[in-house]
């Protein structure tokens, strides 16, 4: 088991509050594929956050368990959790426009992220750093080398971010919905991109998304959220058979052209999701 989460809570202190994001989550991940899913705000990302210890100060983190690989998340000190960070476990964030440096080469990123974990010479570097461009299936990668952040589409960009996550060779790679600013095609290609590289490596893969076809077709075990709980956990290809009245809501607003709907039906929350 890569991940053991258990009983995870944060909360945020305001001027007047404390708010509590994230109320008892737990979760398990070896090497699979596990997506999360829900909507904004139910507390997705912060528990991946969590796992990397990337909270803002103000946020509270409590667990009965919060380990990675045996590593004891919270009572770890920084120069433990940066040798897990990156280098065991690779983070890719939403947009990769936010996450490249706009004024260094692509090259020179990947580069960066290589020799910051394994070392070696510039000239190793470089060849590695091709080889990882090459590996996530971009054309010309000694010409995609040299080029900036803005000379390449979303779909390269993602790409190149999943290469410098991938030069460690991580155990895990944490994906924080990274197809949502793709179109439909390119968004195919990352995820058998993801696909093949996680079963090549043997890594897990903690998947963030608001897609629930996708997920159930990509992942091995989908985690419903929502409200900062965990309110159902089942096997991906047992997402349409899902039994609590949250998922089955989500499931039911989607529109499909197979069995279409003159109206899609509005999602009717109640207030004993919260307590269960």
């Avoid at 990675?68 to 940066?82: H, N, T, Y």
């Avoid at 964030?93 to 080469?105: F, G």
């Avoid at 080398?145 to 895990?172: C, F, K, T």
Wanted: positive net charge; contains cysteine; aromatic residues 4%.
């Amino acid at each position: 088991m890569l991940v053991d989460i258990q009983n995870l809570r944060i909360a945020f202190e305001t001027r007047t509050s404390v708010f509590e994001a994230v109320r008892g989550v737990s979760l398990n991940i070896g090497t699979e594929k596990l997506g999360i899913v829900g909507e904004s705000g139910s507390g997705k990302s912060l528990t991946a956050r969590a796992l990397m210890r990337l909270l803002p100060t103000n946020a509270r983190v409590t667990a009965d368990r919060l380990t990675f690989d045996g590593v004891d998340i919270l009572k770890a000190d920084e120069r433990a959790m940066l040798r897990i960070r990156g280098k065991r476990a690779g983070f890719i964030l939403q947009d990769p426009k936010y996450s490249l440096n706009p004024v260094m080469t692509i090259g020179r990123q990947v580069t960066e992220a290589w020799r910051t974990h394994k070392g070696g010479g510039r000239k190793e570097a470089k060849e590695a750093a091709i080889d990882l461009l090459a590996q996530v299936r971009i054309r010309e990668p000694r010409r995609v080398y040299d080029l900036y952040p803005h000379e390449v589409s979303g779909g390269m960009g993602q790409r190149i971010m999943i290469a410098m996550m991938l030069a460690p060779d991580p155990q895990l790679l944490i994906a924080d919905e990274p197809t949502s600013a793709l179109d439909a095609t390119v968004q195919a290609e990352i995820l058998r991109l993801m696909e093949d590289l996680v079963s090549q490596r043997g890594m897990g893969l903690l998947l963030i998304s608001h897609d629930l076809p996708l997920v159930s077709h990509f992942c091995d075990r989908v985690a419903v959220m929502y409200a900062g709980r965990v309110v159902e956990e089942l096997a991906a290809g047992d997402l349409s058979k899902a039994q609590h009245p949250y998922t089955r809501g989500l499931l039911n607003c989607l529109p499909s052209l197979i069995h279409p709907k003159p109206r899609l039906p509005v999602l009717n929350r109640d207030e004993a999701w919260l307590k269960s």
